[in-house]
């Protein structure tokens, strides 16, 4: 109490303009340190290596291919960019086109050590993709019946039942698919795995599957924000490479998304499991696995935007995007963790990107590689990191 005391009568014998101006610096200095430790703790992707910008397919006579360059809609889309801020024409609303689409619909799946369970996800992905997507006009009306409607692209200058006009394209863009397997730095035989697979779909369709290895593990994040860099379809999901999400209800994540597209043709469909909640999946989940769960879902709805925060299940390893969608999201992605998928939603917001939740069919999988405890308290770290970067412009579009 003496302390406290001569503290209160030292602070009333100092001169009111000089405390003032001692409790201003004070706040100053304060606010100048947090944002260098911002700086210093927001993750700063690395660019890709050389080597991590190719891939390696089956060629027709069952060989594995020599490295091949991946094509990357990024690069264009940086050039024209670069070009319009040296005219200074650029700015957030600015519109620039990304490359035109060779297939319908890509498929990026992020492998990290996942020899077990890789074969079994491309085995249900696959069958899928060659149902609905191979050989048909898959653009045009890609869920009715099988998804298979016989006439060719003739008509895709027209406009649209959402009243955008695509631009014209021939028929590849409307058809057909490819599959990116991104190995995250894994040290088993993922990639030997895929490439195997690749083999079985036989002289026609094993180079519709691509491998890229990345040189060391780079979290989920990072490897699917590397390859959606590379996709080449009208339309791209990442799928987990554990095969948890009903792959056939991608279906539906596509049916929402054309619903949803604004003038500009952008969308954003994402698979959610909120309706699982109380179901015997998550019921039988741990205590502490559910208690975490709901945490995560509290501090989501404090520190993320309205639209962001209305999403029940933003986790959820099924999310699927329209092309002209990209160009507003993946060159801005910063986490590489488990939190992307947030990042992720919350760009989307701020470019006016529309979102659909849709709920997807979805099971436990055993052999999951997240630590209940330790990741989520990465996650919440992640969140408020990823919050205070983008609201403190450490982090910013231009």
Not at 66 to 86: S, V
Not at 146 to 165: C, F, L, S
């Amino acid at each position: 109490m003496d302390l406290i005391r001569r503290t209160i009568a030292i602070c009333q014998s100092v001169p009111l303009p000089l405390l003032v101006l001692f409790l201003l610096t004070t706040l100053v200095g304060v606010v100048v340190l947090s944002y260098l430790a911002l700086f210093i703790v927001a993750p700063i992707p690395r660019a890709p290596l050389s080597h991590e910008r190719t891939f390696r397919c089956i060629e027709p006579d069952g060989m594995i291919s020599d490295a091949k360059r991946l094509p990357c809609w990024q690069d264009m889309y940086n050039t024209h960019k670069r070009t319009a801020q040296r005219n200074g024409d650029f700015s957030n609303s600015t519109r620039i086109d990304v490359e035109e689409a060779e297939v319908f619909m890509s498929l990026v799946v992020p492998a990290y050590n996942e020899e077990e369970r890789l074969g079994i996800m491309l085995t249900e992905a696959v069958e899928y993709l060659q149902r609905e997507y191979e050989g048909t006009e898959a653009g045009m009306n890609p869920l009715q019946g099988n998804g298979v409607v016989k006439q060719r692209a003739k008509d895709m200058k027209e406009r649209g039942a959402n009243g955008h006009t695509h631009a014209p394209s021939s028929s590849s863009s409307s058809e057909g698919w490819e599959i990116l397997i991104v190995s995250d730095g894994s040290t088993d035989k993922t990639v030997q795995t895929a490439l195997q697979f690749a083999r079985g779909l036989g002289a026609k369709r094993c180079a519709s599957i691509r491998v890229v290895s990345l040189q060391e593990n780079r979290g989920k994040g990072g490897a699917v924000t590397h390859g959606m860099r590379h996709v080449r379809g009208k339309y791209a999901i990442f799928a987990d490479a554990d095969g948890a999400s009903k792959f056939e209800d991608l279906g539906k994540l596509l049916r929402a998304c054309k619903q949803i597209e604004d003038k500009e043709g952008r969308g954003v469909a994402v698979g959610s499991r909120a309706h699982l909640v109380g179901s015997e999946a998550v019921v039988k989940r741990s205590f502490l696995r559910n208690l975490l769960m709901h945490s995560f879902h509290f501090l989501l709805r404090i520190l993320t935007p309205p639209a962001t925060a209305a999403i029940r299940d933003t986790q959820c390893g099924f999310k699927l995007f329209s092309r002209p969608s990209l160009p507003y999201i993946i060159p801005y992605m910063h986490s590489e963790g488990w939190i992307f998928d947030v990042e992720m939603l919350m760009l989307a917001e701020s470019a006016g990107i529309p979102v659909a939740e849709v709920p997807i069919g979805w099971k436990e999988v055993k052999g999951s590689k997240l630590n209940v405890l330790w990741d989520s308290l990465g996650m919440a770290w992640g969140l408020a990191v990823l919050r205070a970067a983008w609201g403190c412009g450490v982090y910013r579009r231009s």
